[in-house]
T-cell receptor, first 112, second 113 residues
Framework: DTGVSQDPRHKITKRGQNVTFRCDPISEHNRLYWYRQTLGQGPEFLTYFQNEAQLEKSRLLSDRFSAERPKGSFSTLEIQRTEQGDSAMYLC??????????FGSGTRLTVV | AQSVTQPDIHITVSEGASLELRCNYSYGATPYLFWYVQSPGQGLQLLLKYFSGDTLVQGIKGFEAEFKRSQSSFNLRKPSVHWSDAAEYFC???????????FGTGTSLTVIP
């Protein structure tokens, strides 16, 4: 069990640029989640995959956001035309069924 | 709708003192409840979870939590706090489909010598 890995750990980007984050879940976990955490708040749900199928999306996930999990393993979260309001910690988690949710260390995005 | 309330934004305790962090949830069915801890700039580490059965659950680092259905609460406790426990603590509820966490806004713990 190597844990959930997220890359990069930190990303600074200029407003209007596109960014992509990667999450590698625990290998035997079929469920993968993305959350966003802003300063002083708890994480907020963005989207959920079971294997390669994206089954739920939050209304927070505007049309500038897209997530994929093409082979049911790693996942990417892309933000197009970044805005300052996108600055946050983006957390990935994985689980096998309904138990054992494990979070990664997150990617901190700063939009300048 | 599901929600979690952590009424204490910030708590300060002396090292060696006991600790209780409050969590109240709102959920129509039997909840799955979790406590996570987050150090600055880090992800979330699971302390403990309640799915069913014994309402007093033990977790890592000497933490425990008690599920009280009548009070819709899941308070986190530790009998003797260590300086390394200083962090942000989040309570969360998961729907019975297990697809989405609802987190509280967190309680920041400061430990003074």
């Amino acid at each position: 069990d190597t844990g959930v890995s997220q890359d990069p750990r930190h990303k600074i980007t200029k407003r209007g640029q596109n960014v992509t984050f990667r999450c590698d879940p625990i290998s035997e976990h079929n469920r993968l989640y993305w959350y966003r955490q802003t300063l002083g708040q708890g994480p907020e749900f963005l989207t959920y995959f079971q294997n390669e199928a994206q089954l739920e999306k939050s209304r927070l996930l505007s049309d500038r956001f897209s997530a994929e999990r093409p082979k049911g393993s790693f996942s990417t979260l892309e933000i197009q035309r970044t805005e300052q309001g996108d600055s946050a910690m983006y957390l990935c988690a994985s689980s096998r069924g309904q138990g054992g949710y494990t979070f990664g260390s997150g990617t901190r995005l700063t939009v300048v | 709708a599901q929600s979690v309330t952590q009424p204490d934004i910030h708590i300060t305790v002396s090292e060696g003192a006991s600790l209780e962090l409050r969590c109240n949830y709102s959920y129509g069915a039997t909840p799955y409840l979790f406590w996570y801890v987050q150090s600055p700039g880090q992800g979330l580490q699971l302390l403990l979870k309640y799915f069913s059965g014994d309402t007093l659950v033990q977790g890592i680092k000497g933490f425990e939590a008690e599920f009280k259905r009548s009070q819709s609460s899941f308070n986190l406790r530790k009998p003797s706090v260590h300086w390394s426990d200083a962090a942000e603590y989040f309570c969360a509820v998961v729907t019975n489909t297990g697809n989405q966490f609802y987190f509280g806004t967190g309680t920041s713990l400061t430990v003074i010598p």
